[in-house]
């Protein structure tokens, strides 16, 4: 089952803060390479794609990235951070 987001972090001052902490992570990583063709992101055609920003999930994690407009689940590409400070950074 997806979780479903909560909301998107309206507050600025726990936006940024949770902003920070992700970037804190990423820095400390290498670049995530996500594939080695142009048009690897036409795949799955009729699925249209939005990025949204930074977004709380009911299960204290936060992801940013793409979503699925018709489904409103993550899908494409992004970056979460679980609440136990574990990251993903690929396709979903």
């Given at each position: 089952m997806m979780?479903?987001?909560?909301?998107?972090?309206?507050?600025?001052?726990?936006?940024?803060?949770?902003?920070?902490?992700?970037?804190?992570?990423?820095?400390?990583?290498?670049?995530?390479?996500?594939?080695l063709y142009d048009d690897e992101d036409q795949v799955e055609p009729g699925v249209e794609l939005e990025?949204?920003?930074l977004t709380k999930i009911k299960d204290g994690s936060a992801y940013e990235g793409e979503w699925n407009k018709a489904t409103n689940e993550r899908h494409g590409r992004g970056y979460q951070r679980n609440a136990d400070g574990s990251i993903y950074e690929g396709y979903w």
């Open positions: 979780n479903r987001p909560v909301s998107m972090v309206k507050d600025p001052a726990i936006r940024e803060r949770l902003k920070t902490k992700m970037q804190h992570t990423r820095d400390q990583l290498d670049d995530f390479h996500y594939g990025k949204r920003p």
